[in-house]
């Protein structure tokens, strides 16, 4: 391992350096509305212990979107990703390889690489996370790794879905509940169609079906969660606690209640079998169109979006969902419509939101409109610990989203 020391952005008056929005009527907006309410937080399986505290009026006239730094290393086959657990202990993933810092992002420290994967190519990091500064893990190309000295060790866990894709994993605070999402191959029936793409290309009558495990001891042994048969896999996961949480992907979207997985109820289609309820539109092909994302503020109201642009809400824990949105309505001649690509809802009316097309948005009221803010930084990933406490990253920066 070794430590890299980075530029630090010096001044607020250096253009290149700090975007400053106090004068946007946008951000002002946010922190207005957001006024004294405390936050909801980041989910479950990632929160810090740090305080949630409700923003002043002094500290909303100063919210800015400020440049921290250039990040320690750009790669060619960047997956970006950003998490911290206070002010100064945080990480971000450049691809193939994890940066730690311990000091608010002075300097940055290599704890992974994750060099060539199965077929030579680079092995990029998927996703990450930690629960504290010692204990975290990390996904690559069908790998998941688990450190509990801070990233000096890291050991290779068994992957349940070894005979198929593993795609995803969340791990409650606690380190010890977590699950593993993907889709295992397994045998088709007469009527299930081999024309697609997660057909098993290896001469057996195979494809793939969406597949969950859970582990209560932190990752070293696993077992299935039954979910329905649906073709495809699960990308993400989204936990409250241990009793409450959701599941996307290309097989659709589904809620954990009373121990049990279930299928999202508002199926229903018109008379051209298109689904009535757009954000759970499921279309294979180019371009494809699933659920790519989903945050719940309590057990029951929720917010669903899909690649397609459509952005849902849920007052019943994700039983069924109604359409509030068309993002892509926006641009009606659009390729790839500005879906949301994340969300952090800090309550039922006030969030954040990442779109594909690296645009920060923010909404008022609840998701029904989403106003973009043009600041040309082409971000990839956000993360926020509660309201006052956010950073983005670029494919050349880290940025804090501060009052």
Same mark, same amino acid.
């Given at each position: 391992?070794?430590?890299?020391?980075?530029?630090?952005?010096?001044?607020?008056?250096?253009?290149?350096?700090?975007?400053?929005?106090?004068?946007?009527?946008?951000?002002?907006? %946010?922190?207005?509305?957001?006024?004294?309410?405390?936050?909801?937080?980041?989910?479950?399986?990632?929160?810090?212990?740090?305080?949630?505290?409700? #923003?002043?009026?002094?500290?909303?006239?100063?919210?800015?979107?400020?440049?921290?730094? +250039?990040?320690?290393?750009?790669? $060619?086959?960047?997956?970006?990703?950003?998490?911290?657990?206070?002010?100064?202990?945080?990480?971000?993933?450049?691809?193939?390889?994890?940066?730690?810092?311990?000091?608010?992002?002075?300097?940055?420290?290599?704890?992974?690489?994750?060099?060539?994967?199965?077929?030579?190519?680079?092995?990029?990091?998927?996703?990450?996370?930690?629960?504290?500064?010692?204990?975290?893990?990390?996904?690559?190309?069908?790998?998941?790794?688990?450190?509990?000295?801070?990233?000096?060790?890291?050991?290779?866990?068994?992957?349940?879905?070894?005979?198929?894709?593993?795609?995803?994993?969340?791990?409650?605070?606690?380190?010890?509940?977590?699950?593993?999402?993907?889709?295992?191959?397994?045998?088709?029936? $007469?009527?299930?169609?081999?024309?697609?793409?997660?057909?098993?290309?290896?001469?057996?009558?195979?494809?793939?079906?969406?597949?969950?495990?859970?582990?209560?001891?932190?990752?070293?042994?696993?077992?299935?969660?039954?979910?329905?048969?649906?073709?495809?896999?699960?990308?993400?996961?989204?936990?409250?606690?241990?009793?409450?949480?959701?599941?996307?992907?290309?097989?659709?979207?589904?809620?954990?209640?009373?121990?049990?997985?279930?299928?999202?109820?508002?199926?229903?289609? +018109?008379?051209?079998?298109?689904?009535?309820?757009?954000?759970?539109?499921?279309?294979?092909?180019?371009?494809?169109?699933?659920?790519?994302?989903?945050?719940?503020?309590?057990?029951?109201?929720?917010?669903?979006?899909?690649?397609?642009?459509?952005?849902?809400?849920?007052?019943?824990?994700?039983?069924?969902?109604?359409?509030?949105?068309?993002?892509?309505? $926006?641009?009606?001649?659009?390729?790839?419509?500005?879906?949301?690509?994340?969300?952090?809802?800090?309550?039922?009316?006030?969030?954040?939101?990442?779109?594909?097309?690296?645009? #920060?948005?923010?909404?008022?009221?609840?998701?029904?409109?989403?106003?973009?803010?043009?600041?040309?930084?082409? #971000?990839?990933?956000?993360? %926020?610990?509660?309201?006052?406490?956010?950073?983005?990253?670029?494919? +050349?920066?880290?940025?804090?989203?501060?009052?």
């Amino acid at each position: 391992m070794h430590v890299l020391r980075v530029k630090h952005t010096v001044g607020i008056l250096a253009a290149s350096a700090i975007l400053a929005l106090a004068a946007t009527g946008v951000v002002k907006a %946010f922190h207005a509305r957001l006024g004294n309410r405390q936050s909801g937080g980041q989910q479950a399986a990632s929160q810090s212990a740090g305080s949630k505290q409700a #923003l002043t009026a002094s500290q909303r006239s100063h919210t800015r979107v400020i440049k921290v730094c +250039d990040l320690p290393e750009k790669e $060619e086959y960047s997956h970006l990703q950003v998490q911290f657990l206070n002010e100064g202990d945080g990480w971000v993933s450049t691809g193939r390889k994890l940066w730690k810092t311990t000091d608010a992002a002075q300097t940055w420290q290599c704890i992974f690489d994750a060099g060539s994967g199965k077929f030579r190519a680079t092995n990029v990091i998927y996703d990450f996370q930690f629960v504290s500064a010692d204990l975290g893990w990390i996904l690559t190309f069908e790998e998941l790794r688990k450190t509990t000295d801070g990233g000096l060790t890291w050991k290779l866990l068994p992957n349940p879905i070894a005979d198929g894709w593993l795609r995803s994993f969340k791990f409650l605070k606690d380190g010890k509940v977590g699950r593993v999402g993907g889709g295992l191959y397994k045998d088709l029936g $007469e009527d299930e169609g081999r024309a697609n793409r997660f057909y098993a290309h290896d001469g057996t009558n195979r494809g793939l079906f969406a597949a969950v495990f859970r582990t209560e001891d932190g990752g070293a042994t696993w077992r299935s969660e039954p979910v329905s048969r649906s073709p495809g896999n699960i990308s993400g996961f989204y936990f409250l606690d241990r009793d409450h949480g959701w599941a996307t992907g290309e097989a659709g979207d589904f809620y954990f209640r009373d121990g049990k997985w279930f299928d999202s109820q508002s199926g229903d289609v +018109d008379d051209r079998e298109d689904p009535v309820v757009k954000c759970e539109e499921i279309a294979i092909g180019a371009p494809t169109y699933c659920p790519i994302a989903l945050w719940f503020v309590d057990t029951r109201v929720g917010w669903l979006s899909n690649s397609n642009g459509y952005i849902g809400k849920s007052t019943n824990g994700g039983v069924t969902w109604a359409d509030i949105v068309s993002l892509g309505a $926006e641009d009606p001649n659009y390729v790839l419509p500005p879906a949301i690509a994340q969300f952090s809802f800090f309550d039922a009316s006030t969030a954040w939101g990442l779109d594909w097309h690296g645009n #920060l948005r923010t909404t008022f009221d609840g998701g029904a409109t989403w106003t973009a803010l043009d600041l040309g930084l082409d #971000l990839e990933h956000m993360f %926020f610990l509660d309201a006052g406490h956010g950073w983005a990253v670029s494919r +050349d920066a880290l940025f804090r989203i501060t009052p």
